[in-house]
């Protein structure tokens, strides 16, 4: 299993609705990202966990949760979201944490939209 | 402050011929880079890497040049094909973790 997985793929929510993203990997990685991804921009970091500890927060709203369970799922908790938020939600992963070198797997994404 | 950029929107090439994506950056301690292919609705893909000991490495049509004294970067495609109509991204690690990515390059195949 070499893939990243996502889901769901597409979601709507309202700004006082409470929802989950969900990423899942099964290659062994020990580091897993959330990105997130405007129109016609880069994607830009929001948190990373290495073994399953929350080593980064890029100055993230707390009203964005991120959870990572075990080594092979990472969640993102919503709440309170603004229309602003909409965006594409990517999850990556790599083989260690800590070691600049080490590619970044991404999944596909969900899309996000808050009404 | 975009420490990677990619000075170029987008790019059409004919199909057949080479497709060259450019990217510069500012902070001299980069020492890897990668290139990553998106297509709409999708997550980035890895393409190819370098690390900045070397100034080429190949990997079947794709080819990236590194020019540490320019602090510039290339991606050679050769020979360009339709389903390598795509956004382009080049990437650096920032710190052990944080990759910060390019702006991003559209490149458009034509048949």
């Known amino acids: 299993d070499t893939e990243v997985t996502q889901t769901p793929k597409h979601l709507v929510m309202g700004m006082t609705n409470k929802k989950s993203l969900k990423c899942e990997q099964h290659?062994?990685?020990?580091?897993m990202y959330w990105y997130k991804q405007k129109a016609k921009k880069p994607p830009e970091l929001m948190f990373v966990?290495?073994?399953?500890?929350?080593?980064i927060n890029e100055s993230v709203p707390s009203r964005f949760s991120p959870e990572c369970p075990n080594s092979s799922l990472l969640n993102l908790h919503l709440h309170a979201l603004q229309p602003e938020d909409s965006a594409l939600y990517l999850c990556?992963?790599?083989?260690?944490?800590?070691?600049?070198?080490?590619?970044?797997?991404f999944g596909p994404g969900t899309r996000l939209t808050v009404l | 402050d975009q420490q990677v950029k990619q000075n170029s929107p987008s790019l059409s090439v004919q199909e057949g011929r080479i497709s060259i994506l450019n990217c510069d950056y500012t902070?001299?301690?980069?020492?890897?880079f990668l290139w990553y292919k998106k297509y709409p609705a999708e997550g980035p893909t890895f393409l190819i890497s370098?690390?900045?000991?070397?100034d080429k490495n190949e990997d079947g049509r794709f080819t990236v040049f590194l020019n540490k004294s320019a602090k510039h970067l290339s991606l050679h495609i050769v020979p360009s094909q339709p389903g390598d109509s795509a956004v382009y991204f080049c990437?650096?690690?920032?710190?052990?973790?944080?990759?910060?990515f390019g702006t991003g390059t559209r490149l458009t195949i034509i048949p």
């Open positions: 370098i690390s900045s000991i070397k």
């Open positions: 290659m062994g990685h020990r580091a």
């Open positions: 902070n001299s301690m980069f020492d890897y």
């Open positions: 990556a992963s790599s083989p260690l944490a800590g070691r600049s070198t080490d590619t970044q797997y």
């Open positions: 990437a650096a690690p920032l710190g052990n973790e944080k990759l910060t």
């Open positions: 966990y290495s073994y399953e500890k929350l080593s």
